[in-house]
């Protein structure tokens, strides 16, 4: 037997799914379980398992012990020899998400060279290149016959247009350092666009979509014939919008004037740039910042909650109330990007598809999002539809109001399956 077991480390979970291949039909690897580890730096974390192959027979429960994501990894591996009936010796590949692959833009197996390769850009994604090297070597050692593969959300990206790519700094140094627009989420891309031509029954590279990425970390990207154009992620995961900890876009120069340590040291000492280190920079961007930073909760859902939203529809909102606030951000950054993405595409866009943790289980930004981008010509949305998605119905769900204008979808996505299916399809791991 052939088992793929294909684990995704995001910034505040672990998701990992065991798949059958079968060599027939590679292209549609079997579910056998899926497990989530959910508020991994939130503790205590919950730990979620469910057994497809056994009647959706499952298990939840809060974890101590979970503290990071090898901690997780390593319950995930206890829980599966606990309660699963499957012997380990029959995983024969391990296909990691590696959110930066930077020059690599197709999967790769796990040598040497690779993991150093990604060890050596964890400084360009420090919420996850970390992370995914702490459970390789991980699984390396708990299952020493299989073959890791990394599949990276980077790869994706990688024929943005150069105009797209390029920051208009000094191109000699931009080049020997490699900084460009790498973009993110690519995995979850993928798997969109493999849905949502399924789903309208077009071929992939005939689709123009608009797609929001929308989880712990959030992005979007403008998919023109099936690729990708643009993306508001850049160099690193950091930039575009906000996310549960991330500061999305902000003047560069902030982040010098955040760090001085008193507005009269800084008009007295003319060294006060050198102060900042690069380290705490991105502290504070990266872990320290997003919607947390504003309302004190990584949790979307309880800012949703808690937010008047009976004020979005006015430009000129002056609220001060810290969730309304958090929420009307990133509908505010959302709607810069559609905007924009709509133009790179002419307005011919097939659909506007909301995917990630937030993006799947928010009715209330899909509402927002779709009353203003109406205006566009987008599917009015219909709220029973919209206020009905969940968890357990179809990969997409048409919240339209049911005419055939651009499409407002959902997309239950998943970066696991698309790295089981493109290692099921990929000869060379097979040899
Ligand atoms: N019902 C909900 N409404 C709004 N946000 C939600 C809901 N359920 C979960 N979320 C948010 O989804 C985010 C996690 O998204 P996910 O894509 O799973 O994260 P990761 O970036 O770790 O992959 C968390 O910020 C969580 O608060
Ligand atoms: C790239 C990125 O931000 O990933 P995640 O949303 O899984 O943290
Ligand atoms: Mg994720």
């Not at 995704?8 to 497990?35: C, E, Q, T, V, W």
């Not at 974890?63 to 990894?73: K, L, M, N, Q, T």
Request: glycine content about 6%.
């Amino acid at each position: 037997m052939s088992l793929v077991l294909a684990v995704n480390a995001g910034s505040s979970s672990l998701k990992i799914s065991l798949f059958r291949r079968s060599a027939d039909n590679a292209a549609n690897p079997a579910l056998l379980l899926s497990s989530s580890t959910s508020s991994i730096f939130a503790p205590p974390a919950r730990f979620k398992l469910n057994f497809v192959a056994l009647q959706h027979r499952s298990l939840s429960e809060e974890v101590d012990s979970i503290y990071d994501h090898e901690s997780a990894f390593k319950h995930f591996l206890y829980r599966l020899k606990e309660e699963a009936s499957v012997d380990t010796i029959d995983i024969k590949h391990i296909a990691h998400r590696v959110v930066h692959g930077g020059d690599y833009i197709s999967p790769v197996m796990i040598f040497e060279e690779s993991y150093h390769h990604i060890k050596k850009l964890s400084d360009l994604a420090p919420l996850h290149n970390g992370s995914a090297l702490s459970v390789i070597s991980s699984a390396i050692k708990a299952l020493p016959h299989a073959k890791s593969i990394a599949f990276f959300d980077s790869a994706f990206h990688k024929d943005l247009p150069t105009h797209v790519a390029t920051y208009a700094i000094n191109q000699q140094v931009a080049h020997e350092k490699g900084l460009k627009k790498y973009g993110f989420h690519g995995l979850s891309y993928a798997f969109i666009l493999r849905a949502v031509a399924a789903h309208l029954n077009k071929a992939p590279d005939t689709l123009n979509i608009i797609a929001l990425h929308i989880g712990s970390g959030a992005s979007m990207c403008a998919i023109r014939n099936g690729q990708s154009i643009d993306t508001s992620m850049g160099l690193t995961p950091l930039s575009g919008l906000p996310g549960a900890t991330r500061a999305g876009d902000i003047d560069a120069s902030l982040i010098f004037h955040y760090t001085s340590r008193s507005p009269a040291h800084m008009s007295h000492d003319p060294s006060i740039s050198k102060e900042v280190k690069v380290t705490e920079a991105e502290d504070i961007l990266n872990f320290k910042s997003g919607w947390k930073a504003l309302t004190g909760t990584a949790d979307f859902k309880e800012i949703t909650e808690k937010a008047d939203t009976s004020v979005l529809s006015d430009p000129i909102s002056r609220t001060a109330d810290p969730n309304t606030l958090a929420f009307r951000i990133m509908l505010d950054r959302i709607l810069h990007f559609a905007g924009a993405y709509h133009l790179a595409l002419h307005g011919n866009v097939d659909a506007l598809v909301f995917a990630g943790g937030v993006g799947e289980r928010s009715a209330e930004l899909r509402r927002a999002v779709g009353e203003a981008v109406a205006c566009l010509g987008f599917a009015v949305i219909d709220e029973t539809k919209n206020s009905q998605v969940n968890d357990d119905e179809g990969i997409i769900v048409d919240i339209g109001k049911g005419d055939e204008r651009k499409r407002m979808l959902v997309c239950h996505t998943d970066e696991q399956l698309e790295m089981a299916i493109e290692c099921s399809l990929a000869n060379e791991f097979w040899v």
